[in-house]
Structures are given as C-alpha cells and as structure tokens.
C-alpha cells in the first residue's frame, strides 16, 4: 500500500525501507563531521519514487515561500536524480521546512555550461514537511523536520533516457543533499551569522549521502547508485548494470584531465599519453581528486581518443560494453 503523503512516514509501507547511512561531508567523511544526523530511505511502486528523511535539528527555520525561489539559501533538503547515469539531462528538487518547493531539469552540469530550466516542473509532485518542534520560534529547542516526497515516474519519463518507471534490476544514479546554514537569534528571528570581515553570510554547510569529492552537487558522476529490487530482492556485486557503471566511470578521469589542459594549453590534448595514460594504465578517480593512482587495464580492453581543439571523445570497449566520454561530460555506455 502507498504511504500518505504527510511527512510523518509512519505508514507501515516505510517499515522495510532501510535507513540510509547518516550523511557525510559533501567533500568526504575525512573532512569535518556533520554536526547534526541526516538519513533518508526510499521505496517505489509502479507510479511513484518515494523519499523520506528526517533532519535532525533544534531551530527549525525558513523565510522562502515563492515556489522555484532559490530554496538552499533557506536550510533544506534536496534530491538529484540521472535515470541513466550520462551526466546529461537530469533532475533536481529542493525543498524547505516550509515545504516550499523549487524543482528543474538540468541539460548538462553547470560546469559544462548549462543553465537550470526552472520552468520545468515534477507535474504530479507530493511533498509534506513535519516538524517536531515549533518552525521559526528561537524561544524554545526543536528536535527535527521530517520530508516525505513522491516523484512520479511520468514526470521524469520524457527526459529519463530509459524506461520510467524503471524495471527491477535498473540502477539510477541518485544522490540526497542537505544544506544547512549557521544562525543566531536576531530581534527574535533567526539570521544567518554575518562574516565580520565580509559582510556576508558564514559559508553554508553541505551534507550529503554519497560524498562528492569537491564543494559541488553537479558531478553526476559521484552520486550514489539505487538498485531498484522487486520483491525477490537484489545485490549490487550481482547487477550488470552495477558493473557497467563501474566500468563508465574509469572514463572520467580522462574528461578531468583533459580540462585541465585545455585551461592551461587552449586546446585539447591529443595524445593519451600527454595526459599521462600510457604503458596500459589509466588513473584512477578518486574523491579527493588527486589522480596519481592508476590502474591496469586488461589487455582485451581498448582505450582511444579522438581530438580536436575544442573537441574530444575517449571510448574505451571491453568485451561486452563500449564506454565514452566527450568534452561536455556526457558519459555514454552501450552494450555490444
């Protein structure tokens, strides 16, 4: 049975929907702990993605109440969803302790220069916020605002690149952001803490569920993966798709490298081994960004790349995909 949309997520349908791991720092666990927990779970059926979470938080607080305003520069929970993991033509919704709503698909990530399309809305959008505590009232101490979000799949379906909804097995590259600013009491409201040197507000914190490696949301290729299991259940070691994804994703280090060089050289490189790949390695990509570390590639792999100076496709083709990544970021796979 579907859950009602309320925010409370107390249906008995949430009851077998794992908790995720708390969130983590959007740079990596290594860089500086979270000071309050976030957790989300999720479940499906055949017309909607459901997404609760719970924030846990002592000064429930939001201004912004015009849907599509810009909702991080309140406290708030987001959602980024890349139905077939190309990095290209995905989704976004952020939403406050209001349940104010800003929802838009984005063409490519905003690095590869592509504006969000705010016009775009989830038609068919449930959304509910709960609050354990009393919103925008600094005289006493909250607990948490909880989300509870279902996305229907027909909204998605024209821009997914694959079926939507999906089939048991799919994978979608997913991620969950909460942004979380640092206030004080100001005249009885809440403020955002002013830098005294600036003027400006304090640096916003992020948490996130799958760590991006950089201060950055839009690096599709560092979400998280969501298995989508029928009743029979599933496991990533046993997806092909999981191994597809992984086999993708040695690819990316060549499209960083290769903006890396054009910003200091003007064009493209157009040689592997100008870029430091060769003698049947490739670097390997990591979350801190330093891509020293390589990897074998096994000799019935191929790895090429054809350039211009504004230019670039790197393919690599194994035995049963062929992988490739030009200079927009698009990262496509195709089975052979």
């Known amino acids: 049975m579907a859950p009602k949309i309320d925010g409370l997520l107390d249906d008995p349908a949430w009851q077998n929907a794992p908790w995720t791991e708390p969130f983590t720092d959007i740079e990596g666990p290594l860089q500086r702990e979270p000071r309050l927990r976030t957790r989300t779970r999720m479940m499906w059926d055949a017309d909607y993605f459901y997404v609760g979470a719970t924030l846990l938080e ?31 033509l995905y989704f976004e919704l952020e939403l406050n302790a209001l349940n104010t709503v800003w929802d838009l698909m984005l063409i490519k990530p905003y690095r590869d220069g592509a504006p969000a399309i705010d016009s775009w809305d989830i038609a068919g959008l449930k959304s509910a916020v709960h609050i354990d505590g009393t919103l925008n009232d600094p ?129 493209y490189a157009t040689e592997l081994r100008q870029l430091g790949i ?31 100076a504004e230019h670039f496709v790197a393919q690599l083709t194994t035995p049963g995909l062929r992988v490739t990544v030009n200079d927009t970021g698009r990262l496509m796979r195709v089975r052979k």
């Open 58 to 88: 002592p000064h429930v607080w939001g201004k912004l109440t015009e849907r599509d305003a810009v909702i991080y520069y309140d406290n708030d929970f987001e959602v980024f969803i890349d139905p077939d993991g190309d990095n290209h």
């Open 139 to 267: 005289s006493d101490l909250d607990t948490s605002w909880t989300v509870e979000i279902a996305i229907p799949w027909a909204a998605m379906a024209g821009g997914a690149g694959r079926p939507s909804p999906p089939s048991a097995g799919d994978i979608w590259r997913v991620n969950f952001s909460r942004v979380q600013w640092r206030t004080h009491v100001v005249d009885g409201r809440y403020e955002k803490i002013l830098d005294p040197d600036t003027g400006k507000s304090l640096p916003e914190n992020n948490w996130v569920w799958s760590p991006q490696g950089l201060i950055a949301m839009h690096c599709p290729e560092m979400w998280g993966e969501v298995l989508f299991v029928g009743p029979e259940g599933g496991t990533f070691p046993e997806s092909l798709e999981h191994h597809e994804i992984t086999v993708a994703n040695l690819l990316m280090p060549i499209y960083y490298l290769q903006k890396a060089w054009h910003d200091e050289h003007g064009e």
């Open 278 to 308: 060769e003698d049947g390695r490739m670097p390997i990509w990591p979350q801190n960004g330093d891509m020293t570390e390589t990897t074998a590639v096994p000799e019935n792999w191929a790895l090429t790349m054809s350039c211009g």
